[in-house]
């Protein structure tokens, strides 16, 4: 697999991007929305996972508008806002067609998983997005919709996935958006794993569990194959 920084072109300021691309030509693509603490070794551990799956992944840094930091994860994230967020987001999803990428899927995890869904409330040619915990999904940053009031503008197969003892997105948050999104025709895949909390995929973190976590991405992997290379063949 090819492993590599770029940057992107976002109204005259460059935002950097990691990218992993498989060794297949033709390969679709998911835009990896990064986590609060940003692009780190988790960030590109997932995207690796992603391009020895065959799926190219393309993780675009969403702080770059706020230049060098010494502030956390949790200033960062609050300075983010959700019109700044489409832009960018719209940004990405051009780049990463232009690099022949016919379907496209957008995912994420944890502050990753909710701007997630704000792409697919904006990107109406994306093939899938994939929320893993997402939290803040009943506020938005900034002026504008919530993730909640956003449910009818997301068209694309929507994959839900949460922890049964997490609070941010409570089981709650997870199971009421998915009938929000079902009510407007999307009919969502949501699920929930016992025994878990937040970011249970990161071996970071103390609610690691790797049996769950390797649950969780075989269905993210099946759930890519059946919307990206189904969609593909068709």
């Known amino acids: 697999m090819n492993v590599a920084w770029t940057s992107v072109d976002v109204d005259g300021t460059a935002m950097h991007m990691l990218r ?16 609060a ?19 190219a992944a393309y993780v675009p840094d969403l702080y770059y508008r706020q230049g060098v930091s010494e502030d956390g994860p949790l200033e960062r994230m609050g300075r983010l806002r959700d019109a700044e967020l489409e832009v960018d987001l719209a940004a990405t999803e051009r780049h990463v067609a232009n690099q022949g990428h016919r379907h496209i899927a957008v995912a994420g995890f944890c502050m990753g998983g909710r701007i997630a869904l704000i792409a697919a409330s904006v990107l109406p040619s994306l093939a899938a997005a994939v929320s893993f915990y997402g939290g ?9 919709k919530s993730v909640f009031a956003r449910a009818s503008m997301i068209t694309c197969p929507v994959c839900l996935i949460g922890g049964a003892d997490d609070t941010n997105p409570s089981n709650d948050d997870v199971l009421q958006l998915a009938r ?9 895949k949501a699920v929930i794993y016992d025994g878990v909390g937040h970011a249970f995929l990161n071996p970071k973190r103390p609610g690691y569990r790797e049996d769950v976590a390797m649950r969780a991405w075989n269905m993210f992997e099946e759930f890519l194959k059946t919307q990206l290379t189904g969609a593909q063949q068709a």
Not at 40 to 52: K, N
Not at 136 to 144: D, I, K, N, P, Y
Not at 180 to 188: F, K, R, S, V, W
């Open 37 to 55: 603490p940003g692009i780190d070794e988790f960030m590109e551990a997932m995207a690796q996972r992603l391009a020895s799956a065959g799926f």
């Open 136 to 144: 803040f999904t009943r506020e938005s940053w900034g002026e504008g």
């Open 20 to 35: 992993s691309v498989p060794k297949q030509a033709e390969s679709p693509a998911v835009i990896l929305c990064m986590h």
């Open 180 to 188: 929000e999104l079902d009510i407007h025709g999307n009919a969502p």
